[in-house]
């Protein structure tokens, strides 16, 4: 029974993974740029949503105006931060992101004060049972939440002509741009995309935890280049396998070997040990 | 004769210097040879805690200094051979693990004092001064190594494979090799830093060496200008003292901090050398105004 319990905890942890890092592969496969700040905008989004839905009662409300205006601030970070270094080495850029993150959590700190909001009513704390399993009411929103985005994400990028345009541009720009793809909206819409997603995990962490603290983004922000990388740069399907499958080794590793490395360094071993066999991630093509 | 130094001054000097040492072993690795690391505070705290283990057993300072260094090179090698293998972002996402590595192991070792830190790190002996006079000995060396490699034939391999690594291997530059050298020296050069840093405090906790130092040495050699001697230094001094420069804003310090890495980036992406190296070039193309003026 634990086993299985452990899985399923992995896996809700997984999702979380998998909602914050599929904007940062997008992202990346589009401008090669490691966008540290997502998890600053991660934390944006689950400010957002606890303070609305405190002011005005509704869950649903708070969460869709969050995805909303922190899709935009995604796009105003595009314009205003990275499209001017596009051309620089791409440390520049990364640097000038983890600059941004660790602005943006200092501004929160600032702003909202160090020890962080709660939700006023307190219903997803409550427990579901399936037979012989509990799980946490929100544990399973987030469960559902993740299916429900990444089918939306499947569709969006195997259907729709921005998803079409996405891997026109990733596979070739020039060949994308002389066949009419406008590779500026195209940026601008999947940085609106990400941010969506990111403000999406802001939430249900937020509602998963019912806690909201400056520093929340902390651990998506690396973790996160740790599974972009894992399921090999730029590759979606990858990502979402990685995220999962780091979720559930990391549920199991701090049981079996906490006593020797904690859940981070865990999942890093786990990367370097796949990295020196295949040095393209698990899913990555070269 | 040394002026007499309070006990704040000689805090800033030695901790201003284990920053420059920082900023200049990692700018060997990241800034010579173009292999960005995310991990660096991982072999300054292994040199740390090396030096902490050496000193316990009975090893004088001046001894354990170099030691150290041996200690922090031997992971160097292990990381500079996973370079071999992968590259690029690859790279430092791999080296930003190791450093994850390093804490998450450190902080289950009950010899190694775990989370509640080691704290029975020996006297190095030498009083105030005579430490202060080592750590700037050891800033002087370091920075006079780096610009003697810079000049060197060893120092065009590594801005050859920084460059290009293809290229460099289609000429025949054994790239392999000049990688391996980055990082032994630089991470030596790191190990030594750390047990600088562990005799000074006498005290280590393994959130000393957490990702946030590695990101705050890699904004050195960045905001300094990726290989510029002078520039990464400077940015080392400027960097470590801003903090205390506006202590009066105590409160938005880190912000401020944040808000300038930014904007250094988005005005002066090559940094300072960067931004100088504009300046005289614009000057250069301007027309000599004195000459005609001059009677």
Known sequence: ML???LALQGLVNGSMYAIVAVGLTLIYGLLRVLHVAHAGLFTLGAYITVLLTNATGSLVAGTLISMLVVGIVGMVVYRLLYEPLLAQPPYVALIASIGLFIAMEEGYRIIFGPYG????????TERVTLGPFSMAAADVAMLLGAIVLLIFLAVLMGRTRLGMAWRATVTDPAMARSFGVDTIKVRYGIFFVASVFAAVAGSLVAVLNNLVEPTMGDVPSYKSLAIIVLGGLGNVTGTL????????IEAYGTIYTGAYLDRDAIAF???IAVLMIRPQGLFGAR | MLPTLGAYEVSLIVIVSVNVML??????ITGLCGQVSLGHAAFFGVGAYAAAVLGNLGVPFLVVLPLAGLVGCLLGLLVGLASLRVRADFLAITTMGVGFVFVG???KQNWLGAEMGLSNIPDHGLGDAGFVGVCLALVVAIALLSAYIKRSWLGFGFATVADDEDTSRTLGIDVAAYKLTAFVVGTFLAGVAGATYAYFTRFLIPGAFGFGVSISILAMVIVGGVGSIWGVIVAAVALTLLPEFIRVVNDYKIFIYGVLLVLTMRLSPGGLAGLVGQLSASRAEMPPRSAGAQP
């Open chain 1, 3 to 5: 086993y299985i319990e």
């Open chain 1, 117 to 124: 909001n709660s939700f006023a009513s307190t219903w997803l």
């Open chain 1, 241 to 248: 396998l990685a995220s999962l499958l780091l979720g559930v």
């Open chain 1, 269 to 271: 071993v786990f990367l």
């Open chain 2, 23 to 28: 900023a200049l072993s990692l700018n060997i």
């Open chain 2, 105 to 107: 192991f450190v902080r």
